[in-house]
């Protein structure tokens, strides 16, 4: 990285030794293609981060790309004005074209080639290419159409390109297209054309679409693959989407519609894929429960049996990826590695239920759940719509075994909107203990339980900027899943952080610390928040509603809870609106009593005003920010300001009395989630008081 670093800078040094009247560009290089390039005047820097990536920062937006995955940065004079930014696209050459033409049980060969090492024959529909030329990216031009037919390349001695120019293959027993040499092509989807690629009764192979080296999807043109044995469109050493509409869909159980063994990048264009096979379970002696679950998955890069550990990029475009119904335990993405999202929009939804393993109720010994995005590391989040829904039972949003990051502290909130919600109930809720066991509630017997938690993350959370939003629709149920959960520390830096749930709205087990930005958590039938061990708050605005406590520091069981600045709004039920910590020393606080579903207005003995709170009961989700939610059930019962006691803390509140009227009216300023700023109050009849604590 070192090394890295010091190019960097070189190369910077060099863009200011560039003639000013000529048009520069940055290039990035990556097996022999140019895969992004942005002009310099636009640029506004490049960075490496510890966690590998390089990230370009130009105009008002970012590319990124994992450090391995780039060979080198250059810049180059373009000619005639050429400013366009590139998203890993490759140029197509049509002078010189291999040109294969299947018209049924027969094919039209052109091949310029021949005297250059590039052997083609064909029996039927079946063609074979045997290529030992030193010429790169050779351009095969495919079109036509067979019932039977497939284009196998068995010798490749330098990358190509596959121009796919109308092009209906149906392929029995083999793949449609397989490139079974260790090189890079680039399937180009040409202007306006369709393409389809499909398996007929079987497949020896492993993928319709197949490559042993990087699949790199471009052009303008659509591609549809439809898989029923094995995998749709795979890359051994990586795919690469630039461009196209592209759809994808795999029947098969435990199979995958893009799978590589390296990393798969979204920088442009359309991907579609519908993984509507399901989950193979099976006896491994070698588990720790004794069960093995092989999923069918929309995307899956890496692979732990050969050693290879893939990255899921999301830089630009669209992409959709569903698991219905028919896939029980579904992944939409799953990564070995880590899971990134630059740009681009995201949707991504499951539906079908997840079921316990081994026995049932308190015997259950694994189970499984579909989940909308799976990171064996880190997901991180530097810009982009994610919108991630699992309806299924048990089903999930977000899970990663190590941390979260969702944007940068200082950085554009509205570069980020993350969405997650689940609707479907607990797989296997019949414990019957009580909330408040470690990390979700009910009895901590170790059994499999399969909650349907929005945002479930092993390691840390950090809300560093961007929009966030997670949603649990459950109405009932104990032990249910909580909205957002980190079985370690959760940090709050910045943005906007709206959570929603039966269970906890959002849970850490070690350490919460919230420092900025605007946090709103809402649980119907247990805490807000609920942290297991030590609480620091130290700056930004959080509101927090629970039917049993608003804010659970665990001061009841040991945990330290230290509030020196932000404000706090906190409002709870039937065990009240925060477990009494100790914040003495600290920033003051009230405890305010009588509080009705009508305006509250509190002003300090210089008649000053401190708050105006509007106490209502959400409705849907109850997010204010714009997650364009049709289908969100309204909350279950409970929740709804509880026992009209909350606490509120401000740096603005100091020792001494306060008045409060419950039954002030608002006009002009802002609100959120209640809380408003620059207002003008109405405050008639008596007020009450209450004393600083």
Request: glycine residues 16%; hydrophobic residues 35%; proline residues 2%.
């Amino acid at each position: 990285m070192k090394k890295l670093l010091t190019l960097l800078v070189l190369a910077l040094t060099f863009v200011a030794s560039l003639s000013a009247q000529d048009v520069r560009v940055v290039q990035v290089h990556y097996a022999g293609s140019v895969i992004f390039q942005s002009p310099t005047s636009g640029l506004d820097s490049i960075k490496a981060d510890n966690l590998g990536y390089v990230t370009l920062h130009y105009s008002d937006a970012t590319w990124s790309r994992e450090a391995s995955l780039i060979d080198s940065l250059t810049f180059a004079y373009v000619e005639n004005g050429d400013t366009t930014i590139i998203s890993d696209s490759v140029a197509v050459d049509t002078s010189t074209m291999v040109t294969i033409v299947w018209q049924g049980d027969s094919v039209s060969i052109t091949n310029p080639y021949a005297s250059d090492g590039i052997a083609i024959t064909a029996v039927g529909g079946h063609v074979t290419v045997k290529s030992t030329t030193t010429l790169n990216n050779v351009v095969y031009n495919l079109s036509g159409s067979s019932n039977d037919g497939w284009l196998l390349f068995n010798k490749l001695s330098t990358p190509v390109i596959l121009r796919l120019d109308g092009l209906d293959l149906t392929a029995s027993g083999n793949a449609a297209i397989n490139i079974d040499k260790n090189q890079n092509a680039v399937i180009h989807l040409v202007d306006g054309t369709v393409n389809s690629l499909t398996d007929a009764d079987s497949n020896a192979d492993k993928a319709v679409l197949y490559g042993k080296g990087c699949l790199t999807l471009q052009g303008t043109g659509s591609l549809s693959i439809l898989s029923h044995f094995v995998n749709g469109l795979q890359g051994k050493r990586g795919v690469i989407v630039s461009g196209g509409a592209t759809s994808v869909t795999v029947t098969s159980n435990t199979t995958k519609g893009v799978k590589t063994d390296m990393d798969f990048l979204m920088n442009g264009g359309s991907l579609n894929v519908t993984a509507a096979g399901s989950i193979k379970v099976s006896t491994d002696s070698a588990s720790s429960t004794g069960y093995d679950f092989s999923y069918c998955t929309g995307i899956k890069t890496g692979d732990s049996d050969e050693g290879t550990e893939g990255n899921i990029v999301v830089n630009g475009g669209t992409l959709t990826v569903a698991c219905p119904s028919s896939n029980a335990g579904g992944r939409c993405l799953s990564s070995d590695y880590d899971i990134v999202f630059n740009g681009g929009h995201t949707t991504l939804t499951t539906a079908g239920g997840g079921a316990a393993v081994g026995g049932t109720g308190t015997n259950a010994i694994d189970g499984y759940a579909a989940t909308c995005i799976s990171s064996d590391r880190h997901i991180i989040v530097n810009g982009g719509h994610i919108d991630a829904r699992s309806t299924g039972l048990g089903g999930r949003g977000i899970k990663a075994d190590s941390n979260l990051y969702v944007g940068a502290i200082g950085a554009d909130d509205d570069l980020i909107y993350l969405y997650v919600q689940t609707s479907g109930n607990p797989i296997n809720a019949t414990s019957g203990g009580g909330h408040g066991g470690p990390g979700g509630g009910g009895s901590t017997t170790d059994y499999f339980k399969g909650l349907p938690k929005g945002i479930k993350i092993d390691g840390n959370i950090y809300f560093n900027s961007g929009h966030v939003g997670a949603y649990c629709a459950q109405t009932s149920g104990d032990p249910n899943g909580e909205a957002i959960e980190s079985k370690d520390s959760l940090f709050v830096f910045g943005g906007v952080i709206e959570a929603n749930a039966y269970d906890d709205a959002m849970n850490a087990s070690n350490y919460l610390e919230i420092a900025g930005g605007k946090l709103w958590c809402y649980s119907r039938g247990n805490d807000a928040v609920d942290c297991n061990g030590n609480t620091y708050i130290h700056g930004g605005l959080t509101i927090v509603k629970g039917q049993e406590v608003g804010l659970d520091a665990a001061t009841d069981a040991g945990g330290r809870f230290r509030l020196t600045g932000g404000v706090i709004i906190s409002q709870g039920g039937n065990m009240g609106a925060w477990d009494a910590p100790n914040v003495s020393g600290y920033q003051k606080y009230l405890q305010i009593g009588n509080v009705g579903t009508t305006g509250l207005t509190v002003k300090n003995s210089n008649n000053d005003v401190v708050l105006m709170y509007l106490n209502t009961a959400p409705t849907g989700n109850g997010f204010i920010e714009n997650y364009t939610d049709p289908g969100a059930k309204p909350p279950g019962p409970g929740g709804g300001g509880g026992s009209n006691t909350i606490v509120f803390s401000s740096p603005d509140i100091t020792s001494g009395t306060y008045r409060y009227w419950s039954t002030s009216t608002f006009s002009g300023g802002t609100s959120w989630h209640g809380y408003y700023i620059g207002s003008t109050p109405t405050t008639s009849g008596n007020a009450q008081s209450t004393t600083a604590r």
